[in-house]
């Protein structure tokens, strides 16, 4: 290819996305003892499908040989054109003022502190954020706003969220709201169905933070970000919307808006 073609193509997208941490049972799997840091595939197959790369950004803990203060967390932002934030764990109540009551399974402080980090230096690079229903419980604390620990226990719904052994396969419906951004994603519908995997969610919402779909008990569903920058989360896990179930709300009109977001961004 000549240098004048090859100048000609635009650079393609690199997405930062966040890993998960396992600590436990590694020896299962051929590491004992060790951490390890990883994707679940669906969200790094649904960025590529639509022709971004995908760069995953490990964690560095405090503690490690590599020292927390080497790396600066701006040079990710600078670098990258975007950030998607992936489900997991619990977040850790102390992060927005509360002490544990009804979390589930341990919380990852570590994880927590580092993508509230990166989170802040991509909205301050004014970078898009995206995040999957972790990814959008953190937006939320990162904008100062609270979650409830357990929709149930704490009153926000007798529903469950999360079922038992049903993964993905648990769904409900979802309204959006009237004339909202959201909505016109999808041709200016105003309802819609997606699976639940969670037992956390929003309570008081985040500052330049407004809701744009809940479920149909009233949960909310969707935030987005009213500031400069392009912020979006969903409490759903749009990566296995992957059209096999054509009830579902498709996934790629929220990844496109995303996408298109950091394209904006890199041409500026």
Not at 237 to 245: A, K, Q, V, Y
Request: proline share 5%.
């Amino acid at each position: 290819m000549s240098e004048a073609k090859a100048q000609a193509q635009p650079r393609k997208l690199m997405i930062a996305l966040s890993p998960r941490i396992l600590r436990n049972k590694t020896e299962l799997i051929g590491f004992p003892g060790r951490t390890l840091q990883y994707l679940e595939q669906s969200v790094a197959h649904w960025v590529m499908s639509l022709g971004a790369m995908v760069v995953m950004v490990p964690t560095v803990e405090r503690e490690s040989q590599i020292r927390r203060a080497q790396l600066d967390l701006p040079d990710y932002a600078t670098a990258l054109d975007g950030l998607i934030l992936q489900g997991g764990a619990d977040l850790d109540p102390r992060g927005y003022g509360e002490e544990p009551t009804h979390t589930r399974g341990a919380v990852d402080r570590v994880r927590d502190r580092f993508e509230l980090d990166l989170l802040r230096a991509f909205n301050a690079a004014g970078k898009p954020v995206f995040g999957i229903c972790r990814g959008m419980q953190l937006i939320n604390v990162a904008f100062g706003g609270t979650l409830f620990q357990d929709l149930c226990q704490d009153g926000a719904t007798t529903r469950q969220h999360v079922i038992e052994g049903e993964s993905d396969h648990h769904r409900h419906g979802l309204r959006f709201g009237a004339n909202s951004w959201f909505g016109g994603l999808f041709g200016g519908c105003v309802e819609g169905r997606v699976n639940s995997i969670h037992h956390q969610g929003v309570k008081v919402l985040g500052r330049e933070l407004v809701a744009e779909a809940w479920s149909e008990d009233g949960v909310v569903e969707v935030i987005r970000g009213t500031g400069p920058s392009f912020v979006l989360g969903v409490q759903w896990h749009p990566e296995f919307h992957d059209g096999r179930e054509p009830e579902l709300l498709p996934a790629d009109p929220l990844m496109r808006a995303f996408l298109d977001a950091a394209q904006a961004r890199a041409a500026a």
